[in-house]
């Protein structure tokens, strides 16, 4: 499975937008680019996939780079509620499993 | 309601003892996964059902665990002859008719093995 690198921690500042990058310089042409994010005692949550085109739902964006080697989920405004472990994660379009690395761990500021 | 639901949430095991949790799904899905995931790493996938049928199964899943899923609905996953190395948070996620679908995890078991 192709790796993804994502720093360990981030913080931000409640109600600013927050980035969080992801590079995956082995993405293949059938990996897609999925984002989960897990709150404290709870299982992951989905937040937002896409190929190679940016991406825009109720929760968040994601961009994608031109090359596809890395990718950016935007939250557009943080809230308290946003802090948690986020993960990048490259899905074969062909597979079904996820294959989760350690995340980042986002932390809001009041 | 319409979510993922695992049971028990918590279960406490002596060494050597067997144990097993059930999930159930979304009741649309027939997609069902289990994960394993242990203290400050992201969750490890364990094995994977379409219906009733268990189509992948990961090298972490060793001759010690099962898992069935025996009407496509519900599903269990038992341990025999638990060790302290199987201490873990055991998670269960669903999705619906197509790949690349997303996953829908249940709040977890957390397993302690004394």
């Known amino acids: 499975d192709a790796k993804t690198t994502q720093p360990n921690s981030m913080e931000s500042n409640e109600e600013e937008p927050v980035h969080l990058p992801c590079n995956h310089s082995t993405i293949s042409g059938t990996d897609y680019i999925h984002w989960y994010r897990q709150l404290p005692s709870q299982g992951p949550e989905y937040v937002i996939h896409?190929?190679?085109s940016n991406v825009n739902n109720r929760m968040a964006s994601l961009a994608i780079a031109e090359d596809r080697k890395s990718s950016t989920l935007i939250l557009h405004r943080a809230t308290l509620r946003d802090a948690a472990v986020y993960y990048c994660i490259l899905r074969d379009r062909k597979r079904e499993k996820l294959t989760f690395g350690t995340g980042t761990r986002l932390t809001i500021i009041p | 309601d319409t979510g993922v639901s695992q049971d028990p949430r918590h279960k406490i095991t002596k060494r050597g003892q067997n144990v097993t949790f059930r999930c159930d799904p979304i009741s649309e899905h027939n997609r069902l996964y289990w994960y394993r995931q242990t203290l400050g790493q992201g969750p490890e996938f364990l094995t994977y059902?379409?219906?009733?049928?268990?189509?992948?199964k990961s090298r972490l899943l060793s001759d010690r665990f099962s898992a069935e899923r025996p009407k496509g609905s519900f599903s269990t996953l038992e341990i025999q002859r638990t060790e302290q190395g199987d201490s873990a948070m055991y998670l269960c996620?669903?999705?619906?008719?197509?790949?690349?679908?997303?996953?829908?995890f249940g709040p977890g078991t957390r397993l302690t093995v004394t």
């Open positions: 896409g190929l190679t």
């Open positions: 059902f379409q219906n009733e049928a268990q189509l992948e």
């Open positions: 996620a669903s999705s619906g008719d197509a790949t690349n679908y997303e996953q829908y």
